[in-house]
Nanobody, 124 residues
Framework: QVQLVESGGGSVQAGGSLMLSCAAPGRPLGGYIISWFRQAPGKEREFVGGIRWSDGSADYADSVKGRFTMSRDIPKHTAILQMESLKPEDTAVYYC?????????????????WGPGTQVTVSS
């Protein structure tokens, strides 16, 4: 289990930007996958993107590809999700999750550790 804490959520107008952070305080993340999921009201939690801590390579859901970018701050044990060109349909609670693997899983069952979530609201 890895303790994860998200921050950076908030409200923004369509077309705006937000940056989310996922911190694992004091926990080196070598060998882990850190991913972001989101859940809108009445919908299932869906994969947004994931990053391989070992080399920084990332994969994204088609719905956010080209708009969202993941990166990592290794000394701070923090994964970052930079969100650009936000749309109202990006409104959701965003969760980060961790799994010990080389593969970025896209299903919630693939992950053992979850943060409490942070709200992102995009108004039109």
């Amino acid at each position: 289990q890895v303790q994860l804490v998200e921050s950076g959520g908030g409200s923004v107008q369509a077309g705006g930007s937000l940056m989310l952070s996922c911190a694992a305080p004091g926990r080196p993340l070598g060998g882990y996958i850190i991913s972001w999921f989101r859940q809108a009201p009445g919908k299932e939690r869906e994969f947004v993107g994931g990053i391989r801590w070992s080399d920084g390579s990332a994969d994204y859901a088609d719905s956010v590809k080209g708009r969202f970018t993941m990166s990592r701050d290794i000394p701070k044990h923090t994964a970052i999700l930079q969100m650009e060109s936000l749309k109202p349909e990006d409104t959701a609670v965003y969760y980060c999750a961790a799994r010990w693997s080389l593969r970025i899983g896209v299903n919630t069952d693939d992950y053992q550790s979850w943060g409490p979530g942070t709200q992102v609201t995009v108004s039109s």
